[in-house]
C-alpha cells in the first residue's frame, strides 16, 4: 500500500522526488538489481557470467548426461553416461538416454551411491563450474541423506598380543553388535 510519504503529499519528507508519485517507484528495485544483490561474492557473479555464455546458442541443446556432470551431481561425464544406460536417471519420469536434450523446468531423477538426487533444471550449461555456480542452476528437491549410522569402535587390541581369545572374540563382537554371531555359531556347532 502506498502512504502519503510515496505519493509526495507531506511536504518534501518523500525524498527528492518532484511529488509526482516518481519516488514511489524508486524504492521498488528491478528484477535484475534485485537479483545482484542476491549475489554477495563478485567472483561468483563473473563464474554465473562465464556459465552463461558457454551455454547453448539458441537452437542448441544440452545433453543429459553432460548436464549432471556439469552441475556436479556426478564426477565424470562417463559415469554419467552409463548412469543413463543403466537407468538410474530420469527425466520428467521416463528412462533416458544419454544424448537426450534437456530443457528448463525438467525434473532430473538421479540414483547414484545409494542416494536418489531429485533436481529441476534450472539454467542449462555445458561446462563444468564451480559448486556456488553449479547449485544456481538447478533447484534441489532431493529427500535428506540418511543418517550415517554410529559406528562402534571396532575394539582396538595393542600390538603384538597375538590372535584373540575365544572370549576376546566374543566380547568384540558384543560390542559391535554382533552377538547373534556367537550364538549363531554356537548353534551350529551343536547341530551336528
Same mark, same amino acid.
Given at each position: 500500500m /502506498?502512504?502519503?510519504?510515496?505519493e509526495g503529499? +507531506?511536504?518534501?519528507?518523500?525524498?527528492?522526488?518532484?511529488?509526482?508519485?516518481s519516488? /514511489?517507484?524508486?524504492h521498488t528495485p528491478?528484477p535484475a538489481t534485485a537479483?545482484?544483490?542476491?549475489?554477495?561474492d563478485p567472483?561468483? /557473479? %563473473?563464474?554465473?557470467?562465464a556459465?552463461?555464455a558457454?551455454g547453448?546458442q539458441?537452437g542448441?541443446?544440452?545433453r543429459?548426461?553432460s548436464?549432471i556432470?556439469a552441475?556436479? #551431481?556426478?564426477k565424470t561425464?562417463?559415469l554419467?553416461a552409463?548412469?543413463c544406460r543403466?537407468g538410474?536417471?530420469?527425466? @520428467?519420469g521416463?528412462r533416458v538416454?544419454?544424448a537426450y536434450?534437456?530443457?528448463?523446468?525438467?525434473e532430473?531423477? #538421479?540414483?547414484?551411491e545409494g542416494r536418489?538426487?531429485v533436481v529441476?533444471v534450472?539454467r #542449462?550449461i555445458?561446462?563444468?563450474v564451480?559448486? $556456488?555456480?553449479?547449485?544456481?542452476c538447478y533447484?534441489? @528437491?532431493?529427500? $535428506?541423506?540418511?543418517?550415517?549410522?554410529?559406528?562402534a569402535?571396532a575394539?582396538?587390541?595393542?600390538?603384538?598380543a597375538?590372535?584373540p581369545?575365544?572370549r576376546?572374540?566374543?566380547?568384540?563382537?558384543?560390542?559391535?553388535?554382533l552377538? +547373534? #554371531?556367537?550364538? %549363531?555359531?554356537r548353534?551350529?556347532?551343536a547341530?551336528?
Amino acid at each position: 500500500m /502506498a502512504s502519503e510519504h510515496d505519493e509526495g503529499g +507531506n511536504g518534501g519528507t518523500a525524498g527528492p522526488g518532484t511529488g509526482d508519485g516518481s519516488t /514511489a517507484a524508486s524504492h521498488t528495485p528491478d528484477p535484475a538489481t534485485a537479483a545482484a544483490s542476491r549475489t554477495p561474492d563478485p567472483k561468483t /557473479a %563473473a563464474a554465473i557470467a562465464a556459465a552463461e555464455a558457454a551455454g547453448p546458442q539458441s537452437g542448441e541443446n544440452v545433453r543429459v548426461d553432460s548436464w549432471i556432470w556439469a552441475v556436479r #551431481l556426478i564426477k565424470t561425464r562417463s559415469l554419467g553416461a552409463t548412469a543413463c544406460r543403466g537407468g538410474h536417471v530420469r527425466v @520428467n519420469g521416463e528412462r533416458v538416454k544419454p544424448a537426450y536434450s534437456l530443457r528448463v523446468g525438467d525434473e532430473v531423477r #538421479l540414483r547414484h551411491e545409494g542416494r536418489e538426487r531429485v533436481v529441476v533444471v534450472k539454467r #542449462l550449461i555445458r561446462k563444468r563450474v564451480g559448486a $556456488p555456480v553449479a547449485v544456481q542452476c538447478y533447484v534441489d @528437491n532431493s529427500p $535428506p541423506p540418511p543418517p550415517r549410522e554410529a559406528v562402534a569402535p571396532a575394539g582396538i587390541r595393542d600390538r603384538g598380543a597375538g590372535r584373540p581369545t575365544k572370549r576376546d572374540r566374543r566380547e568384540l563382537e558384543r560390542l559391535r553388535g554382533l552377538e +547373534n #554371531l556367537s550364538r %549363531a555359531r554356537r548353534d551350529a556347532k551343536a547341530k551336528p
